[in-house]
Every structure is written in structure tokens, then in C-alpha cells.
């Protein structure tokens, strides 16, 4: 299995109007985690209509890519909650009785929880 | 091949189930009772491998398992080694459509739905797939030998268990070699000798030509009125469809009485989309009316149970239930429910209804009562099987603390560095070296936007629009009653952004009560939580300074200022504060880069004499400095006047949250404070009783041993006497005195160094 490790994320909190209309540098994963917030996996910045938009590199996050299989698995075993039947679509919440986020290709997935709580989520999961 | 049973060795065949290798040894897996030989009755429970409850004729013998009978007057016991059972996996499945049970009509069901392009889940116990349970929002729990099963129906679950032999209640209905005729037919076909058989049934035809090593001696059409013999049957007495009265001396009675639909899984669903099919859905038979023997097995009710509850005036199926524990065992009542419904029924039919009102409105067969989950006795792991406990969350400097040594405990809400080993070295550490702590679980929070200013002005009992950029302001934080519910750190990072700090308690709390309040008063702010993003370690005492600008620090700190500098190339957010008395700097950092911030600080600071320090040594220092814990220090009603902090408000700003109750309550007479004492060691415990003069005025809130001032000193509320404070009391029996805080270096001097 691989292991959790830290995500390099740019987190943005920006009105939700911005965001709507926010381009995406094309090879960025920007995954709407709220109406006003974004994670994003880029080496570019975006540009953000607004002008107050909190902006900040962000380590608080662990996370693997794994096989759609093994997603798959980890969800029978840890989760109460049907994976969509959709791809790539984003969804969140508990895996393993902890917060989590995922975004699912069709061959592939990143899960992702705050590192603060990656030893557990990886003691549960067996993702150590 | 054996299995051990009781200690002895009793053979068996490949495919054998336990209570087949039982029968064919001549053994009964218990006291007696009639077998079903199908998952339906207690009669062939025993403990397996440890595991109580276990039904022998489901479980497949397997070498070298142990198999122990239960205590003939009392309940298996519970295991008396403290070895945790094994962990027990559980996996989720879901689908449109559940079919249980796949006998004729669970395969039609299943077929059906699948036709019409549902997905379809099958379970079938004959596989090894137990369900226990249906749950609201349509969840099939069920027990396999790979773990649990909790299975998500989104339309219907279709129930298709089929139905349950009747037993028979008669005297001696408890003696082993009685069957019914299924598991008659079982026993013989897996070549169980069961001896003279005698078969009696109550009007349809038992076939067990398909079982010709079966030695029937008599089949008679009739009631069993007596079953004989010691232990072991000896005799069946009957009356016969003509009325007459036989004794036949035997070794097995088969005894057929109907069926009653296998439906716990259905009464226990109501409201959700579950539905019988076949035989589960069928009509019950009716016994005969039980007027001696055990009725239920599994709580001791016998008929004559029955007959004193009904003189009782207990007359309805769950009131029986709830007086007997009649169909509250093993079995969930599939043994005893059909006897109690011809009770009642025979009851209720020869009462006088005229001159009893509650059975008048009785029917005559009342319907089984509610059946609840689980169907099946479950071990621990399997109940908990699927289900995880709350996680505590861990700093980026958790491996790093417990590398360290550190005694760790979960303390506001994280795992948290209690002390290294030595909590005195670390005191010290901080008083008269470098010290650095882990103080990542503090909340921060950023707030942006041209309402920033407007938003926090009224949030916060402070005057925000008076810090300047750069600078930072210790803060209470009011409810809307005024009562002090956290504090922080208000820090201006430009016009329009602020950083905001909680406490690590009040952190989880401090973004919803910032958004509800934005919100509601419709401010134009984003809001971004960075407590679990960002580490921040504590470096403190008087050569912190020194040890920072080995680390990388240019520029000097004021106290309360903040910026950012590269400390050990790793990128900080440096704030001037302190809450242990000593010169302090937050360095507030990427979490993915604590260790080696961490690391290089410990490295640079070797010859300065650096210690780590725990939450230990933090809370005797902020003490000594009498900062209060919101939480461990003030209470639900406690205002800032209470707690003598009223120098954080700024009553004269036009409105802040719990402005008008603060102008309230401070018309009121002060009834209490919280005031520092002193005393000689050694340190009264925490919630220790303040007396005066023989009366109860108060309790301490915090207590701890001041090395450095060589004495005791306790933060402590404090009723007015009088109205005033008494200034001598009594501590754990012994006098203390209410002085000033804080008690170490009152000027601040030293922080501010
Ligand atoms: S004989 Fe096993 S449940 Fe009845």
C-alpha cells in the first residue's frame, strides 16, 4: 500500500462568486472543498478575482494516490457511504471514522486527511 | 477428525456439522430440548472455541475445535482471561435491492429485481451469511466467517427466510430425542442413528419416506400430552386423533405442529421497505393451547408462567413478554411466540369479555410483538465490527515528542507532550536558559475582507481599530451573556486581515462561532481555518532571543509584535508574546516542517543549556504569572469582572458582543472572584475547598509549587464575605492568603526584556 504523505496544496478562501469563475491553470487539480474554499494541487497561481482572497501554500494535508481498486477497498471496509458512480468527481466525508477527502479518476484516486490525523487514518486504513 | 467436546474427543465426517458429530456420538449439545436442526430454536447452543451462543447445527466441525456445553443451571460464563478477541472486520456493500434468503421465492425475488435492472445483493444463511439486523435507512447487517456484512439497500429488502417448525410444549418437552421432522430428516441422511422413532403431528401429512433408515415404530395423528424419561426420552404419550390416550416407549419423538413464518427480520423493520415473500409471509399455525411444559427455554417460562401472568391481568403479547422475558432470549421467540398466540387466543376466546373491557378489545390471535435487532447472538468485535473511536488529533511534533521520551496524553483535544522525564529540569530550562513547546494545537485563524475591521470591532470586547499593522493584542473572547467563553490573540497583518489565535479547546469551537457571526451580520469576510495546518513552536526564556538569531532571526521583536523570518530555513510567522513569563516567540511554521524546525532549534541551542518543555512545566509557569485557563479557571458564568479582567473591555466602544449583558451584570453586587492565594508546600490538589472562619467560600482552580518562589500559589474562586474578599483562609486544612497576581515578576519585566 503506498503511504500518506504531505500534499502540497495552495488553500484559497475567496467569495463563492469568484471561485465560479476562477480559471484553473490547466494541469491543476482545484478540488472545491466549500462555496468559498479550494484546495489546490498546481505549480501555477491562479488568478482570483477577488481581491481579498486568502491565498496560502498549505502542508496541512496528507493524502495517497492509490488504485481505484484499492479506493474501492478501503470504502467497503471503512465507510458507511457509496462512492459516486461518476468520474473524476470530488467527494468528502468520514473514511475510517476521520474526515476525509477524495478525488477519483477512473483508474486512480487521492485520498487525502489532515495530517494531523494521518496516523490514525493510516492505522485504520493500513495505508502506513 | 475430532472436535473436543467437554474435554473428550468425539469423532467426525467431513461436512458434519458440531451438532451432527454431537447426535451421531449419541450427545445432545445441551440440556435437551427438541432440535430443528435449521437455526431456529436453543437447543443446540454451546460454546465453540470460546464463543457462547454458538448454534451447533450451523457450524461446521472442524479439527481440534472446542466445544463446551453450558452450565445445566445457570448461563455460559464469560471468558476469564483478558486476551482481546479477535478484531473483526466489516465491509459495506450497497445495491438497489437485498434478497434474504435464497430458497424458491428468494430466487424468484431476486430474479425479479434483477430483471427490472436493479442490483441486487443475495444472502443466504445456507452459505454462511447470518443476517442480524435491518436498520433505518435500510441497512442489512449480517455475519460471515470473513466478518461482518453491512449492506446498504437503497429500494427494498426482500425477506425470504421461509418458516420455522413448530415445537411442542408438553412435560418433558426439555428431554434429548425430540426432533422435528426436518431434522429428522437431516440426522438420518447424514446417517445419525436415531433409534424406535415415533412420529405424531397434528393433522397434515409428515412425509419421511425420503427417509427410509429412519425406524419409524408408530405415526400417529394427534398431541403429544407427555414426553418421558430422565434425561433422555424414554416414552411419548399420546391422544390420538381418536381421543385415546398411548404410551409408546421410543428413543426419538418427531414431533410436527406446522409452520410460523421465519419474519423477526420483517417485525423488526416497520416504517422501512422490507417485505416478506413465501413462506416468511404465510399465515402461522396455531398450536394447541399449552397447558403444561416449557414454553420458552430460553427464560425458564413455563405454561404455567403464562397462566399466573394472565391471572395477573397480563392479557396482551408485549405485556406478557415484558413480565416472563418470554421471547426475549436466544431464540428472539421463534420457539415460544406460536404457543403464546394460542394461549392468549385460547385465554381471550373463554373469557367473559362483558365483565373485562381490556380483553374485549383484544382479537382473538393477536400478532406477534415487535421484533428488535439483533436476530443472532454477536460477539463484541462483531457488534463493534465497522465502528472506529474518536481519533485524537496528533501535532506535526508527535513523533518527534515521543522519540523525545515524552509522556503523552490527550489534553484539550490532541495528544499532547505532558513532560520529558523531568518536569523540574524544564522549569528551570525556561526561567534561567532556552526552552522550546509544542503549542501547535493553538487555534488561527485568518479573517480577510473589507468587513474584517467592522466584523472583529464587534465581535471583540477590544478596540481592534487601535492595533496597529505588525502588532498583536491579547483579547478575552465574550459570549452574548457576557461570559468569558475563550481568549487569544488578535493580530493585524494589513487594513483589511487580521490572525486570529484560541486557545487549542476553543479552536474547533472558534470557526463556526466566526462564520455564524459573520454571517448573520452579513459581513463581507472570508474566514480561513490554519489550526491543523500550521505547527507552532514556543521558544522561551532569556536566551531565546540568542538561540533565534543563531537560527536565522534579523530583525528584533517588540512584545506583541509579529512578522515573518526564515528560523532554521524553514518560513515562520515570528510572534513576540508570552504566557510562561519569559522572554517568547511563536514561531507559527508549515506543519510538514516542525521536526526539522525543531531539530535545528534543539541542535543551535545545545551549549545555551535548551530542554524541551511539556504542558506540565507550561501550566506552572503561566501560574506563577497568574494567566487564567479559560475552562480550567473560569466557569460557565463567569464575566470578565468575576475573573478581574474587566482592564480587557473597552466599555466605552459603541457595541461588541455581550456588551449590553456585561452593563447588566455589572450592576449587580460582585458575589465572587477569582483571586490568587499562597501558602507553604506542599500544593493543595485542584478543586481543593477554601474555608473561612469554618465556612465554605470557595474552591481552588489551580494550584502548583513556585520553585522559583520557594512557595505554593493557586488561582481559586472566592466568595465575598460582607462584601469584601477574605484575605486569610483555609486550603486543605491549612491557612493561605489571597494575594495579588500575577506572583512572579508583577512589572512583566522580564517578558518584555
Ligand atoms: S437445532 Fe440448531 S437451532 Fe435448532
Known sequence: MPKLNYLPFTRIVATPAALDVTIWPTEALALRTAADEVLLLSSAPPTLVDPHAIVVPDSGFVGAWLPAEAVQAIFEQHCEWALPATRSVFVQGAVAGIAAKLWLEAERGLLIVPAAYGHDFAERTGLA | MNIIVNTMPVAFEAGDSVLVALQRAGLHPNRGGCLCAAGDCPHCLATVNGVAYVRTCQTLAQPGMIVESFPTDDYPHLPTNTQRGPTVSARNLHCDVVVIGMGESGQVAAAAATAAGKSVITLDDKVGQEVVGIYPELMVVARTSAGMLHIHAHDEVVVATGAAEIQPVAP??????????????????????????????????????????????????????????????????????????????????????????????????????????????????????????????????????????????FHEM?????????????????????????????????????????????????????????????????????????????????????????????????????????????????????????????????????????????????????????????????????????????????????????????????????????????????????????????VTGPLATQLLQRAGLTQPYKFMQHGHASIADVPCRVYRLSFTGEVSYELHHPVDQSAK??????????????????????????????????????????????????????????????????????????????????????????????????????????????????????????????GTLPSEVMIDGRPARRVDVPFYDKEGARAKA
Open chain 2, 172 to 313: 418433558g418437552n426439555h428431554l434429548r430425542g425430540i426432533v422435528t421432522p426436518r431434522a429428522a430428516a437431516h440426522l438420518a441422511a447424514k446417517g445419525v442413528a436415531l433409534g424406535r422413532v415415533v412420529v405424531v403431528e397434528s393433522g397434515d401429512a409428515v412425509d419421511l419416506s425420503a427417509s427410509p433408515t429412519l425406524n419409524i415404530i408408530a405415526h400417529l395423528k394427534g398431541q403429544v400430552l407427555q414426553f418421558e424419561g430422565l434425561d433422555t426420552l424414554q416414552a411419548v404419550v399420546v391422544l390420538d386423533e381418536n381421543g385415546h390416550s398411548q404410551r409408546i416407549e421410543c428413543d426419538t419423538a418427531v414431533v410436527w405442529l406446522g409452520l410460523t413464518p421465519r419474519d423477526l427480520l420483517v417485525r423488526m423493520a416497520a416504517g422501512l421497505k422490507v417485505r416478506a415473500v413465501g413462506d416468511a409471509a404465510r399465515e402461522a399455525d396455531l398450536p394447541p393451547c399449552p397447558d403444561a411444559g416449557m414454553v420458552c427455554s430460553c427464560s425458564n417460562v413455563s405454561a404455567a408462567d403464562l397462566q399466573r401472568v394472565w391471572d395477573q391481568g
Open chain 2, 318 to 538: 408485549e405485556l406478557v413478554k415484558r413480565a416472563t422475558l418470554v421471547g426475549t432470549g436466544p431464540c428472539q421467540g421463534v420457539v415460544c411466540v406460536p404457543h403464546m398466540r394460542s394461549f392468549l387466543a385460547t385465554r381471550t376466546a373463554a373469557a367473559d369479555s362483558s365483565a373485562n373491557p381490556d380483553i374485549a378489545r383484544l382479537s382473538k390471535v393477536q400478532a406477534p410483538f415487535t421484533a428488535r435487532p439483533v436476530v443472532r447472538q454477536l460477539t463484541l468485535g462483531e457488534v463493534a465490527a465497522g465502528a472506529h473511536h474518536h481519533a485524537t488529533p496528533r501535532t506535526g511534533l508527535d513523533a518527534e515528542h515521543r522519540r523525545l521520551g515524552a509522556v503523552m496524553d490527550r489534553i484539550g483535544g490532541w495528544w499532547r507532550p505532558w513532560h520529558y522525564g523531568n518536569p523540574l529540569a524544564e522549569y528551570w530550562a525556561v526561567r534561567e536558559a532556552v526552552s522550546i513547546g509544542d503549542v501547535s494545537t493553538l487555534g488561527k485563524i485568518i479573517v480577510s475582507g473589507p468587513d474584517a475591521l467592522a466584523f472583529l470591532e464587534r465581535l471583540y470586547p477590544t478596540k481592534v481599530s487601535s492595533i496597529a499593522v505588525g502588532r498583536s493584542r491579547y483579547v478575552l473572547i465574550l459570549d452574548e451573556r457576557g461570559y468569558v467563553m475563550d481568549d487569544g490573540l488578535i493580530c493585524k497583518d494589513s487594513d483589511t486581515r487580521y490572525t486570529l489565535t484560541f486557545t487549542s479547546g476553543g479552536s474547533s469551537h472558534a470557526e463556526m462561532w466566526l462564520r455564524d457571526w459573520a454571517e448573520g451580520w452579513n459581513m463581507d469576510v472570508r474566514i480561513l481555518n490554519q489550526t491543523m495546518s500550521l505547527g507552532a513552536i514556543n
Open chain 2, 597 to 722: 524546525l525543531w531539530r535545528t532549534l534543539m541542535t543551535l541551542g545545545a551549549d545555551l543549556g535548551i530542554r524541551p518543555h511539556g504542558l506540565q512545566t507550561l501550566l506552572q509557569l503561566r501560574l506563577e504569572k497568574g494567566h487564567v485557563i479559560v475552562g480550567q479557571d473560569t466557569d460557565f458564568d463567569s464575566t470578565p469582572r468575576r475573573i478581574g479582567m474587566e482592564w480587557a473591555l473597552r466599555m466605552d466602544k459603541a457595541d461588541f458582543l455581550g456588551k449590553p449583558a456585561i452593563e447588566r451584570t455589572n450592576k449587580t453586587v460582585l458575589d465572587k472572584q477569582l483571586v490568587g492565594f499562597e501558602m507553604p508546600a506542599p500544593a493543595p490538589f485542584e478543586g481543593a475547598n477554601i474555608m473561612h472562619e469554618g465556612e465554605y467560600v470557595g474552591y481552588v482552580t489551580s494550584s502548583t509549587y513556585s520553585p522559583v518562589l520557594g512557595k505554593v500559589v493557586m488561582l481559586g474562586w472566592l466568595k465575598l464575605v460582607n
